[in-house]
């Protein structure tokens, strides 16, 4: 989800960049064949009223257009090393973590268990088993559990919890 959002504000920016890019393009073109910013100006504010406003829109598909030429050899590279980066950094750690958050439960614990278990117990019960759908084993889970702060009766519980429903 949070990757998710990461390649959409990338997106985003790429193509406002690419817009702002091909507008100082596009009015740099209409400077010089004009004579002038003056002129340049002047020709996009008749283009505007003359046509009620779709010249103006029509310009602005052609300056995007044109920042896309421009940014595009870029920034995909430079996308391309960071989406590289990024999934070198993350680790099946971050995976369960940004699958099942540790406090909305899912389907992992059937609806009956859900009933008479606490919020945290249920937290814990899906982040074990997310975990060793992953091959960590009970020690790696246990270990990760007590860094992010869960005490030791939250984990024995769950444990006898997942014991006695395997059972």
């Known amino acids: 989800m949070l990757r998710q959002r990461r390649i959409d504000d990338r997106q985003a920016l790429f193509h406002i960049l690419s817009f702002l ?57 430079v996308l391309l090393y960071l989406n590289r980066n990024s999934a070198r950094r993350e680790t099946s750690f971050d995976r369960v973590q940004q699958e099942s958050p540790l406090i909305t439960p899912n389907e992992t614990v059937p609806r009956q268990e859900r009933n008479s278990l606490t919020p945290n117990q249920i937290a814990v019960i899906e982040y074990m088993r997310k975990g060793s759908s992953y091959g960590w084993s009970n020690s790696q889970i246990t270990n990760r559990l007590k860094v992010q702060g869960w005490s030791d009766e939250d984990i024995e519980s769950a444990q006898r919890i997942i014991s006695n429903s395997a059972g």
Request: proline content about 4%; glycine content about 12%; charged content about 0%.
């Open 21 to 77: 890019v091909g507008a100082i393009v596009v009015i740099s073109y209409l400077s010089i064949t004009s004579g002038g910013l003056n002129n340049a100006l002047t020709i996009l504010v008749f283009l505007t009223i003359c046509t009620l406003g779709i010249g103006l829109v029509i310009i602005s598909i052609i300056a995007w257009l044109v920042g896309m030429i421009i940014v595009g050899p870029i920034w995909f590279p």
